[in-house]
């Protein structure tokens, strides 16, 4: 079975500076590891995906993250909060075969302060 | 990029009435969908996975009477809320996933139910 641990559920930031989301994993076999993000009453937005091949993955609005295996870990990182970053931000999990479900994490509420 | 249409994004009914909540994938065939319930200020609930042309599969403790999943074709699932009441107030999300995985799991953009 797959889960995704993300801490802290509200994450505050100052405007312009690094946005730093942890997830760890857990799987029993190579995952297939995703990150989205939420605004509200809106569904879920595919910021990065990492499926097996670079290990560092770059996405949309200026994201990245990078998949370590010896650390179980896909972080997620922007060099500069911006204010139109404040969103919920889900790390899921899911093995690397067809149409299987997806595990989240909690989530994690950022709140850039201006 | 691969397209999911949810609708209606809100929808607001009285108890006891249904609700049809579809699931569209635009620009892909969708092989599998999944719906999932979000509530406030929590992560996403999966309750069911659904196959094209096959009954859906619910998740533990989802009620299948109550919560019917149609997939009649591979670009067409929908949720129905039967019997409706204030506590199945919730934000329902749908996914679609394709043959390639470059969709990624796309996301529809959620219905706000209302039970009143």
């Known amino acids: 079975a797959q889960s995704v641990t993300q801490l802290g559920s509200h994450v505050s930031v100052s405007e312009g500076a690094l946005v730093l989301l942890r997830c760890n994993y857990s799987s029993s076999v190579p995952p297939y590891l995703f990150w989205y993000v939420q605004y509200p009453n809106q569904g879920l937005q595919l910021l990065l995906k990492?499926?097996?091949?670079?290990?560092l993955v770059k996405g949309i609005n200026g994201f990245e993250a990078e998949f370590k295996k010896s650390e179980t870990s896909f972080h997620l990182t922007k060099p500069s909060a911006h204010m139109s970053d404040a969103a919920e931000y889900f790390c899921a999990v899911t093995p690397p075969w067809r149409n299987n479900r997806l595990a989240f994490g909690k989530g994690n509420q950022v709140v850039v302060i201006p | 990029g691969a397209v999911v249409s949810q609708h209606p994004s809100w929808v607001i009914c009285k108890s006891g009435t249904s609700v049809k909540i579809e699931c569209r994938s635009l620009d892909f065939q969708a092989t599998t969908m999944f719906w999932y319930r979000q509530f406030p200020k929590q992560s996403l609930m999966l309750m069911a996975t659904?196959?094209?042309?096959?009954?859906?599969?619910?998740e533990q403790g989802v009620e299948k009477d109550k919560f019917l999943i149609n997939h009649a074709s591979l670009t067409l699932s929908t949720l129905t809320v039967t019997s409706a009441h204030p506590e199945d107030s919730s934000f329902y999300i749908c996914?679609?996933?394709?043959?390639?995985?470059?969709?990624?799991?796309?996301f529809g953009s959620g219905t706000r139910l209302t039970v009143v």
């Open positions: 996914s679609a996933e394709g043959q390639d995985i470059d969709y990624g799991y796309t």
């Open positions: 659904s196959n094209e042309g096959s009954k859906a599969t619910y």
């Open positions: 990492y499926t097996s091949a670079a290990t």
